[in-house]
């Protein structure tokens, strides 16, 4: 599958590269998500001039804005199915941080974040992860929203 690959930094402006990397393989605890849209904020400016760097992986698949329509529900996950648009909330708190137990989820001090420590949108196929589900990060959009 196609994918943009960030090589990091140091290779500004040629710090990115559409590829072809294998499509990720859905575990029993994932979901695979066909993307549809991809925006770009201003995080991702920063991330493409360096100046931006914290959490982001050296040539990995950056795309935290991110919806698309469900192409595999791995077999112990509930409550989705292939063929439900969905958007993705990037931010994954811990749920046990005093940020987190004060319910300011944003500020948590352990966050993970589609799109750094996982790979992001900008790919034809991103692996939603184990973590992202649970803590309610995919969010079901009305049908035909984004067709
Ligand atoms: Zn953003
Ligand atoms: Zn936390």
Known sequence: ???VIL???DNYPNNYEVM???KPVCGDEEILLHMRAAALCGTDKRIFTGAKTKGVRKDSVVGHEICGEIAEVGKNVQ?????EHVSIANVIPCGHCPACLSGRENACMNRKAIGYEFNGGFEEYVLIPKICIE??????LPEGSID
């Open 20 to 22: 072809d990397i294998p």
């Open 7 to 9: 090589h990091g930094p």
């Open 135 to 140: 803590s309610g990060n995919v969010v079901k």
């Open 79 to 83: 409550g989705f199915s292939v063929g």
């Open 1 to 3: 599958m196609k994918a």
